[in-house]
């Protein structure tokens, strides 16, 4: 198989300043990060911060961390998810009761 099936666009875990965004970017397209973060700058100061800071925080929130290196961020995702997991397979196992009376649990001894 080609190399280019195998690539995903991940945060880096090991080449980043703040959440790895260009790092992962650079690594992906295979440019060097500081060159990525220089132009960022640039265009963010140019075009009035607020859509810079927020399209950064955007691809934080839309790249996933690198599986080999996870970085708090994706480790606290995947503690979300398996508790998630965890509560929803709790609530499949229990059963609710209906039409229940008070003269039902007496009878079965259970008061």
């Given at each position: 198989?080609?190399?280019?099936?195998?690539?995903?666009?991940?945060?880096?875990?090991?080449?980043?300043m703040i959440a790895?965004?260009?790092?992962?970017?650079?690594?992906?397209?295979?440019?060097?990060?500081?060159?990525?973060?220089?132009?960022?700058?640039?265009?963010?100061?140019?075009?009035?911060?607020?859509?810079?800071?927020?399209?950064?925080?955007?691809?934080?929130?839309?790249?996933p961390a690198d599986?080999?290196?996870?970085?708090?961020?994706?480790?606290?995702?995947?503690?979300?998810?398996?508790?998630?997991?965890?509560?929803?397979?709790?609530?499949?196992?229990?059963?609710?009761?209906t039409d229940v009376?008070?003269?039902?649990?007496?009878?079965?001894?259970?008061?």
């Amino acid at each position: 198989m080609r190399e280019s099936q195998h690539k995903r666009l991940t945060r880096s875990g090991s080449d980043k300043m703040i959440a790895g965004v260009f790092g992962g970017i650079g690594q992906y397209f295979k440019i060097q990060p500081n060159i990525l973060r220089i132009l960022y700058v640039l265009i963010t100061i140019f075009t009035g911060f607020v859509p810079g800071i927020i399209i950064y925080i955007i691809l934080v929130i839309i790249m996933p961390a690198d599986p080999q290196n996870p970085d708090l961020l994706g480790m606290l995702k995947s503690f979300s998810e398996a508790q998630t997991k965890s509560h929803q397979s709790q609530q499949r196992s229990r059963r609710t009761l209906t039409d229940v009376e008070e003269k039902d649990i007496k009878r079965n001894g259970r008061s």
